[in-house]
Structure formats: structure tokens, C-alpha cells
Nanobody, 123 residues
């Protein structure tokens, strides 16, 4: 399984971006998909997950109400729509996939990772 993230860029505070993560391989619809981010000097943190196994989405408190994770199984792609962006959202964003857990929030639970895409939010 290979993941390719894209869609990052420079945006002003209050703006929006949509990240995409294209997944190659079989049985995409049966993978739980997650987004993580890592800001300079900080540890990688959970952002959002789309859990196939329980049919629900999950968000970090810091992005709840502003970010939306979604997937298109026909295109083997997961998205992260980011609205009302803040300077503190500046980070490299990674997509990840796994199929063994019900509510995957820890990066240790994910088996496959994309290369990351940089999001910079200016004030």
C-alpha cells in the first residue's frame, strides 16, 4: 500500500485548503484512514480519522468544527478539508492507513504513511 499526500501550500489565516491522499493497493474501502500533523519542534499529533470499521469520523479537539475528513472509495482517495485556518495549524500533514483497530488515534496504530505535505498559515 502506498500513500501520496498533496494539496498543501501557503494560506492566510481564516482561509481554507483541501488536502488529498491517494492510496494505491487493494481494499482501500476497508482501511481506516487518518491525518496527522507535525509542527516545527513538536511531536506528530493526531488530527482526524475516518474509521471504516465503525463507520464514523473522529477529530482532535483543536480542529473539531473546522476540519472535515472524507473519503471517495471509487477514487481511492481520502481528503482533509481545512477551514478557518489558524497560524497554529502550520505543520507538515501526513496521511496514514491501517485496518486493525476500531478507533485509531495513535500513530503507532497505523501501518502505512504518506510522505507529508506542508501547510503554512500566515497571520
Amino acid at each position: 500500500v502506498q500513500l501520496q499526500a498533496s494539496g498543501g501550500g501557503l494560506v492566510q489565516a481564516g482561509g481554507s485548503l483541501r488536502l488529498s491522499c491517494a492510496v494505491s493497493g487493494r481494499s482501500f474501502s476497508r482501511y481506516n484512514m487518518g491525518w496527522f500533523r507535525q509542527a516545527p519542534g513538536k511531536e506528530r499529533e493526531f488530527v482526524a480519522a475516518d474509521s471504516w470499521s465503525v463507520g464514523s469520523t473522529d477529530y482532535a479537539d483543536s480542529v473539531k468544527g473546522r476540519f472535515t475528513i472524507s473519503r471517495d472509495n471509487a477514487k481511492n482517495t481520502v481528503y482533509l478539508q481545512m477551514n478557518s485556518l489558524k497560524p497554529e495549524d502550520t505543520a507538515v500533514y501526513y496521511c496514514a492507513a491501517e485496518s486493525r483497530h476500531r478507533y485509531p488515534r495513535s500513530q503507532l496504530e497505523y501501518d502505512y504513511w504518506g510522505q507529508g505535505t506542508l501547510v503554512t498559515v500566515s497571520s
